[in-house]
């Protein structure tokens, strides 16, 4: 991945209040209509035409661009790398970071940089914008201005929010939590299961006891991802040809099946059949549920009680973003033996004990 690094002049004081990289990968956030009226991405080196506002932050900005920024739906564990890689490059110079990237994939992105980056100290903030920031009514403006301020608050020399988060319409939410619900109003993604790491009004208000304290190791990150995984979503009706080609793919290291409820699926002995021979071939089998609220608790019902005795891992209360990413992150890392032990445990407070 090629990128440039831009400096932005702030005109600023000789004393900056904290030093903060914005990381430019795409999205709406930057587009421009051109001549015909097509949304393109913009130089963001113009950034200052658009947002004024930046120079009164007292802050040093470093903007980091993706020579190619692209929309999110073309992210793939290589743009995570190379966001990985730029934090890490800069890390011990920096207070704080700001990615900017489409709200599509955001969820996904913010929870691979959550496991990615170990013992953080420091605040990477991921925020975007549902319209453009050249467009008046853009919620790009506020959403910067603010991620900005949360990437750069301190309380007295450690990080006020040392935590991969996505900050967007008034709302910070933990990396791993986050899913985009919305793709027309300002609100677009929830915090599921976990509360708001801070709401934003006329301040910051700081839910200080839902944040994690700065980690006192230094940062280490992990960077092997296997993509050999894939997401089986259970319907009413689905057949036993449909389940059996995913789960006999002989590639495939791991599988998350979206179960229903707390958890449930159909009890019938083809479908737990299929799944136990695919676990006693070395699939590794995780059980997410389609209900955003609560969690998949295994033997609850008749109809998770099969899959907990064949081996399948209950995946408690995570998001299906953080889920995948966590499973692609630890078969890269750790094998499949290595991401069956780990699957189930919280890394990065992506799951409820
Ligand atoms: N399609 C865009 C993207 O995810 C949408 C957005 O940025 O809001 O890149």
Redesign the pocket.
């Known amino acids: 991945m090629k990128y440039t690094t831009l400096t932005i002049d702030t005109a600023l004081p000789a004393r900056p209040r904290a030093k903060v990289m914005i990381i430019y990968t795409?999205?709406?956030?930057g587009m421009v209509r051109d001549a015909s009226g097509v949304l393109k991405p913009f130089d963001f080196s113009a950034i200052l035409e658009h947002l004024p506002t930046l120079r009164n932050l007292m802050l040093q900005l470093t903007v980091i661009s993706f020579d190619n920024p692209i929309?999110?739906?073309d992210i793939e564990p290589g743009h995570w790398l190379a966001i990985a890689d730029i934090i890490e490059k800069h890390y011990e110079g920096q207070d704080g970071f700001v990615v900017l990237h489409?709200?599509?994939?955001m969820a996904y992105t913010s929870s691979a940089l959550a496991f990615m980056l170990r013992n953080l100290s420091k605040p990477v903030v991921f925020t975007?914008?549902?319209l453009p920031i050249s467009e008046s009514r853009s919620d790009a403006r506020e959403n910067l201005i603010t991620a900005l301020e949360i990437a750069s608050a301190s309380k007295g020399s450690q990080a006020r929010v040392p935590e991969v988060c996505v900050y967007f319409d008034y709302a910070l939410i933990r990396g791993c939590r986050a899913k985009k619900v919305e793709s027309m109003h300002f609100d677009a993604f929830q915090s599921e299961n976990y509360p708001h790491l801070a709401k934003a009004g006329v301040s910051i208000d700081y839910n200080e006891a839902a944040i994690f304290p700065p980690s006192p190791a230094g940062l280490a990150v992990w960077k092997k991802f296997d993509r050999r995984v894939a997401v089986l979503k259970l319907f009413p009706g689905i057949t036993e040809e449909t389940v059996a080609a995913v789960v006999r793919n002989p590639n495939l290291k791991g599988l998350i099946i979206e179960t229903y409820g707390s958890g449930n699926a159909p009890t019938a002995g083809w479908f737990l059949s299929l799944l136990k021979e695919a676990i006693a071939g070395g699939l590794l089998v995780l059980n997410i549920s389609q209900c955003p609220g609560g969690m998949v608790v295994q033997g609850k019902y008749e109809t998770s009680r099969g899959l907990q005795q064949i081996g399948v891992i209950g995946g408690a209360d995570m998001t299906i973003e953080a889920a995948v990413t966590k499973l692609m992150l630890l078969l890269g890392e750790f094998g499949v033996e290595g991401a069956r032990q780990r699957i189930g445990q919280s890394l990065a407070g992506e799951l409820s004990a």
């Open positions: 795409g999205g709406t956030f929309d999110s739906s489409g709200t599509d994939t975007g914008a549902q």
